[in-house]
């Protein structure tokens, strides 16, 4: 399978994986927010305050790792090992910078992860947001469904 060129610019840059600390959790919601706002309103309604208390309270800041380049945040993951599998909680790129490859460099980042300690990476997804097409592309696959997401499996171990 052929896979399309980084875009220019994109392609000498290394993406830098930090852990989150508390100081970030304000940055993690406001990108939540913009990215998946849209997706949530659609399925269930925006409530700001159970957002935001759900989000503090399903997805610390220790559960995430920021994607940087040159030092400018520009995602983050929430990941959580099990004892079989490893949970992408939540993937997150800034609006701006959608499209550009680094949602790819994150996820590549992290299916070496899952192979280098043997589990596969299990997430669920929206049905109505777009990253479906994504996660397809990157070998995930649909194992079940409920009536808002397809949960999805990649387990090229």
Known sequence: MQTAAPPIGLAQSVLQLRSAT??????????????????????????????????EQNLPP?????????????GACSLIEKRDSLHLEIALIIEEKQGQGIGRQLLLEIQQRARAIHKPILLSVLKINPAVRFYKRLGFEVYDQDQWSFKMRWSQI
């Open 22 to 55: 508390s100081e970030d959790i304000d940055w993690l919601y406001d990108t939540f927010k913009t990215t998946m706002g849209e997706y949530i309103e659609k399925t269930w309604g925006w409530d700001e305050l159970l957002q935001r208390h759900s989000f």
């Open 62 to 74: 220790a559960s995430f790792l920021i994607a940087s380049i040159n030092d400018e945040d520009l």
